[in-house]
């Protein structure tokens, strides 16, 4: 079974829009972490985000945020005032076992 | 950020030859790890080490061997090269602070091609 899931493989959103990018994660786990990592096109993968599950506030890093639904095992990434920067493939990931578990990727285009 | 640092970063080679990618990080991190990724697809972890002469394999079956001599170098083998070896291969690093868990860096990766 997938321990991460990224369920839109594609998405795009004109520049200056706001776009949230879902993930669904497993564990049994009661304290874990999480990551939001973003993959510029032929560039380094980056760590963008980061949220404790011990703590309830969501987190935020300028324009990106997070909504993590523990209860839900969800942790979707919203990027708002999107820039042509933010074109990149996203990666959702989750600290397991001490081995990082990521998921599929989605590919975002930001549209002039 | 971590400094962590991947050479080559491409690299064009014959079937059965023997190469090393290089990996480095500046940071004395003790955690280091070894990825393989297709273009535009998930990674798959193929070996990780807790620290100096400790290696472990990953997920992702791999031929490919690495050593940890050195706390700031984890360097992957292939003894043969072979066209399925073809992929790119990121590097990383992790550390680990109280109450914030543990955090991994990447290093700009290597884009092997074998013919």
């Known amino acids: 079974a997938q321990t991460v899931t990224q369920s839109q493989p594609e998405m795009s959103v004109q520049e200056a829009e706001t776009v949230t990018l879902s993930c669904t994660y497993d564990t049994s786990e009661n304290n874990y972490y999480l990551f939001w990592y973003k993959q510029p096109p032929s560039r380094q993968m980056i760590l963008v985000i980061r949220?404790?599950?011990?703590?309830?506030q969501n987190a935020t890093e300028n324009r990106f945020s997070v909504n993590f639904q523990k209860a839900a095992k969800s942790f979707s990434l919203k990027i708002s005032d999107s820039q042509l920067g933010d074109t990149a493939m996203y990666f959702c990931a989750l600290i397991r076992a001490n081995n990082l578990f990521f998921g599929t990727g989605t590919r975002l285009t930001v549209i002039p | 950020e971590a400094d962590i640092y991947q050479t080559p970063r491409y690299l064009v080679i014959g079937t059965g030859k023997k190469i090393t990618l290089e990996c480095s990080q500046t940071m004395g991190h003790d955690k280091m790890y070894w990825y393989q990724q297709d273009p535009g697809m998930e990674l798959h972890l193929i070996h990780y080490s807790y620290g100096v002469n400790s290696t472990e394999k990953g997920d992702l079956s791999s031929e490919s061997t690495v050593s940890r001599i050195r706390t700031e170098h984890f360097p992957l083998t292939l003894e043969s090269a072979r066209p399925s070896h073809t992929s790119q291969y990121l590097c990383a690093s992790s550390e680990y602070r109280s109450g914030m868990g543990e955090t991994q860096y990447f290093g700009p990766g290597t884009r092997l091609l074998v013919l």
């Open positions: 949220q404790e599950a011990y703590k309830q």
